[in-house]
């Protein structure tokens, strides 16, 4: 089983990015999907879900209307679209497979800073 995130980078504020995750080894679409995140000295925190097809999505609060989750079951791969990015959302990014087991991938760095 492998998730492989990608996407992340150095990016000013106001600015965009958008995380992928390549999911192999697994049923990707029997498999609900979650992007976590993790800032330096807090908790990993949800930040986006989306159910196996596709057809129903959560987002916190902070991230509302700024983020979008969406998934490829054909290419095995979903995504996090963030637009209007802010300071706050530096972390490490995470995507998780959910279902009866649980497969996180290694995390890629998001860095907001001017």
């Known amino acids: 089983v492998q998730l492989v995130e990608s996407g992340g980078g150095l990016v000013q504020p106001g600015g965009s990015l958008r995380l992928s995750c390549a999911a192999s080894?697994?049923?990707?679409?029997?498999?609900?999907m979650g992007w976590y995140r993790q800032a330096p000295g807090k908790e990993r925190e949800l930040v986006a879900r989306i159910n196996n097809i596709g057809s129903s999505t959560f987002y916190v609060d902070s991230v509302k209307g700024r983020f979008t989750i969406s998934r490829d079951n054909a290419g095995n791969t979903v995504y996090l679209q963030m637009n209007s990015l802010k300071p706050e959302d530096t972390a490490v990014y995470f995507c998780k497979a959910f279902l009866v087991r649980v497969y996180w991938g290694q995390g890629t760095q998001v860095t907001v800073s001017s």
């Open positions: 080894g697994f049923t990707f679409n029997s498999y609900n």
